[in-house]
């Protein structure tokens, strides 16, 4: 009898086991922001970078919720999509936002590699549970029209296809004005980032 009650015990508790490693992970009160150079405060305190200050409004206005900050100066779209299966798994983050382009933009690289790595991590953050912000980038005019057109359509037809929420140019409204931008003429100075913000947050906002 003792040998049977000790063999149900272990068939319970083995069951249970499966079951939980089977039970996929909630997501977290976390945003995960995957980014370039314009969200890793490139050449600026990190405190005074936009993703650091939605940290400090976050506490006032949505309490309980993290971020992380996985962005990298000169990433790109290809960089981006082979570490977010890392970063998903890690953070398991109920929100992501997407700030790549930029730099496939500026190094000509073809639109239609550009659009497949978006889509990937689109398509894996939604798998993981994510909510996903797009936040996308203009180029200089001497990129020509077709590029320029080309690269904005890029974000509007996949916000639109996966249904994700989408910032056409985040740096709206910064980006013409010599006395928020860097001598580069493509980052913001400290005093910019809060515009940038600013242009985020109505878009991240609804996704709380």
């Known amino acids: 009898m003792r040998r049977f009650l000790c063999l149900l015990l272990l068939l319970v508790c083995g069951s249970a086991a499966v079951q939980a490693a089977s039970t996929p992970t909630a997501p977290a009160k976390t945003v995960l922001v995957l980014g370039d150079s314009l969200s890793a405060a490139h050449n600026i305190p990190a405190e005074a970078g936009w993703v650091h200050l939605l ?3 976050l506490k006032q206005m949505e309490p309980g919720w993290t971020v992380i900050n996985a962005s990298i100066s000169g990433e790109t779209s290809v960089g981006g999509r082979n570490r977010l299966p890392a970063l998903l798994t890690q953070h398991h983050p109920r929100i992501v936002v997407v700030e790549l382009g930029a730099n496939d933009g500026l190094r000509g690289l073809p639109l239609a590699g550009l659009c ?8 894996a953050a939604q798998r993981a549970g994510a909510k996903v912000l797009l936040l996308g980038i203009e180029l200089p005019v001497n990129y020509g029209p077709q590029y ?10 996949l916000a639109r296809e996966k249904h994700t929420a989408l910032l056409p140019f985040l740096l709206e409204g910064v980006a013409l004005n010599p006395a928020l931008m860097q001598e580069d003429g493509l980052h913001p100075v400290a005093a910019g980032e809060p515009h940038v913000l600013d242009n985020v947050w109505p878009k991240l906002q609804p996704l709380f």
């Open 55 to 57: 940290e400090v409004r």
């Open 116 to 123: 497949g790595n978006l889509t990937a991590m689109v398509d």
């Open 148 to 157: 320029r057109d080309g690269l904005r359509a890029v974000y509007a037809d």
